[in-house]
């Protein structure tokens, strides 16, 4: 409460409304042009937690809404575990448009929407940043892999990061769906708790997306 009054003054709410609007126009990318929609990304302004999945699939470029999909009913699940609905945290994506046939996003394409997600963090100022997938977790936990450090965190200027699998990763791999549960259930302890934790230091440059396992 103290968090959104502290906003409204600084008059955060209208500018995560107007970095909305400029994502919705942004065509930096080639493939704006055969997007329905830009996906920027949804829910609680004041969010004390942050998703951060990897590119709209067709349902939410038809929607303009993130996670929507089968992977999206999933994560709708995963929130009911720890008591949470979609519109009390805030989700997004790495990159705001639907890379055609659902191709992995391109260096580029990240770069390009870097920005987007950095103000999107700046304005929001969430206590915890959950990567969903491996392209996400990349901009993160450079260097790392999934399977070694999903259910694990990291604490940086005040935010902590929290790395878990893709809930799409669950539609296919039945053996991640418990897994992924398992570490969604881990939040509200991991929230608690790390306030008081003294942060760490970023060990390693970004590295090359292919080099990173699913
Ligand atoms: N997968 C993602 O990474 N993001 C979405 O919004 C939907 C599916």
New binding site residues.
């Given amino acids: 409460m103290i968090k959104r009054l502290e906003k409204l003054k600084q008059g955060d709410m209208s500018a995560l409304l107007e970095l909305s609007k400029e994502i919705k126009n942004c065509r930096k990318c080639e493939i704006a042009k055969d997007r329905t929609r830009a ?1 920027p990304g949804e829910g609680a302004e004041d969010a004390d937690i942050m998703f951060i ?5 067709w349902h ?1 470029d038809q929607q303009g809404r ?2 929507v ?1 089968p ?2 009913q999933f994560l709708d699940e995963l929130l009911a575990l720890i008591s949470l609905k979609r519109g009390q945290v805030y989700i997004t ?1 790495v990159i705001k448009t639907r890379p055609p046939v659902n191709r992995d996003p391109l260096p580029q394409e990240i770069l390009n929407c870097r920005p987007w997600l950095d103000r999107q963090i700046e304005l929001i100022r969430p206590r915890m940043i959950v990567t ?2 491996r392209y996400s977790m990349a901009l993160f936990f450079p260097g790392k892999s999934i399977s070694r450090i999903h259910g694990t965190t990291q604490k940086r200027d005040g935010i902590i990061y929290y790395a878990m699998y ?1 809930p ?1 990763a669950a539609l296919h791999q039945q053996r991640l769906r418990e897994i992924i549960k398992a570490d969604m259930i881990k939040i509200p302890q991991l929230l608690a708790q790390m306030e008081s934790v003294p942060e760490e230091k970023q060990e390693a440059p970004p590295q090359q997306l292919s080099m990173f396992e699913i």
């Fill in positions: 996906v999945g990897e590119a709209p699939g939410e993130p996670f999909g992977a999206g994506n969903l997938g893709h799409a």
